[in-house]
């Protein structure tokens, strides 16, 4: 038999492969769960059980959430990344790191073939068989759900007929969950007109009551939550997640261009995600100055396009990520923000390096760096140039 590896979640898609690869196609199916941040010990233990009854050959748990912090997140904080002002790019970055770690893991069990549950519709498929394809080329990509243009429904019929127990009424949302938040797919999603209801939502409003959150950054990484000390910056956005999730801040529906050039929708929340970007963007706005934060701000635009389109192991990344890092020297200090049901807002920070200093001088009131004459002469000559223009075409007019 064939040895398969195939990217497995335990949900409606990948337990429809797990099946098929065996039964129908004869595969010996390696089933492996590339862990980012979103499942506990209980989850896993479930899924491994699951996945047992299903006849794989083994089941087998990654856990790369450290390494997708530091080869990954690290650089959509540093980057303020949101696609299209919108998006934290929750499930388009994870899969980045679940493609590669898979097609290692097929490499050192010397399989044949690797295969996941993408659809012929979305990013996915392109992000997965892009790295299938440059780190382990000679391997087959098996894609089940693509080539048999299966919808949802063909899914369950073919499992129920299979005596597959699961609870098919919330395999109605497609739910994809992760250290840097979770997306929601469903019916509404695959209109442009609805939105997803609140049940859809894998994390319930249970708070009401507004707080103040107080994250504290060192050189663009955080190291504090409400003056607690984190060592590990993942350990902190999960303690951000806990306290910010329950307000049900972070939800929204992302419209764009998919890879394959069709406009998509999906839903997700992340509150951890926003909250972190919009603080440290904050934090940024008073310690970079002018044309670090232009020049950032275009470089990070590519980055994340770049990343979300599969194209992570292109070298120019690298590039980038050293830019990044290098503007984060001086980003250091304590951000306050506002908590409140659906909602939050920045109250402002607190940095040794806040180049605000009111020693230079406070904006539309004073000034202590420079004379009134000063400014008549600099504004003179800085608009000088538009103003020898204007004057020799209106002569030429005239």
């Known amino acids: 038999m064939k040895k398969v590896v195939l990217a497995y979640s335990g949900g409606l898609d990948t337990t429809f492969c797990a099946i098929y690869l065996s039964q129908e196609k004869g595969y010996e199916v390696h089933a ?90 979305g990013n996915d498929q392109v992000r997965f068989d892009m790295i299938f394809q440059t780190i382990l080329p000679e391997a087959e990509i098996i894609t089940p759900i693509r080539d048999l243009k299966l919808s949802r429904e063909e899914e369950i019929s073919y499992l129920k007929e299979h005596q597959v127990h699961m609870n098919f009424e919330k395999a109605a949302y497609s739910i994809n969950k992760g250290i840097w938040g979770t997306s929601v797919g469903g019916k509404e999603t695959l209109t442009s007109d609805q939105a997803l209801p609140e049940e859809a939502y894998p994390t319930q409003v249970s708070k009401t009551d507004p707080e103040v959150l107080r994250i504290g950054f060192e050189k663009g990484e955080i190291n504090r939550v409400n003056g607690a000390f984190f060592a590990d910056p ?18 929204d529906i992302h419209v764009g ?39 950032k701000n275009q470089l990070s635009e590519f980055y994340g396009n770049h990343l979300h389109e599969g194209h992570y192991l292109d070298p ?19 951000v306050n923000v506002q908590l409140m049901p659906y909602r939050f807002s920045m109250i402002g920070i607190h940095s040794d390096h806040d180049l605000m200093s ?25 608009g000088n140039q538009t103003a020898i223009f204007h004057s020799v075409n209106q002569e030429k007019d005239d």
Do not use: C
């Open 316 to 334: 120019v990344m690298r590039n980038l990520e050293a830019f990044m890092a290098a503007t984060q020297t001086y980003v250091t200090g304590e």
């Open 32 to 121: 492996v769960l590339v862990n980012t941040g979103g499942f506990a010990q209980e989850e896993l233990e479930r899924i491994e059980e699951r996945a047992k009854k299903l006849g794989v050959a083994s089941f087998k748990v990654l856990d790369v959430t450290q390494t997708y912090y530091q080869e990954v997140l690290k650089y959509l904080i540093f980057g303020n990344v949101l696609k299209n002002q919108t998006y934290p790019l929750s499930v388009s970055a994870e899969r980045i790191l679940q493609a590669k770690a898979l097609a290692e893991y097929a490499k050192s069990i010397g399989a044949t073939a690797v295969a996941h549950g993408s659809t012929g519709a």
């Open 358 to 382: 009111a020693k230079f001088g406070s904006y539309g009131e004073m000034n202590k760096g420079y004379t009134a004459e000063d400014v008549k002469g600099f504004t003179r000559i800085l």
């Open 257 to 295: 261009d998919t890879i394959i050039g069709i406009k998509g929708r999906v839903g997700f929340e992340a509150a951890a995600p926003l909250v972190i970007i919009k603080a440290h963007q904050l934090l940024e706005k008073h310690t970079l100055t002018k044309w670090q934060s232009f020049w």
């Open 234 to 251: 993942v350990a902190a956005i999960i303690k951000i997640q806990e306290i910010a999730g329950p307000f049900g801040i972070g939800r």
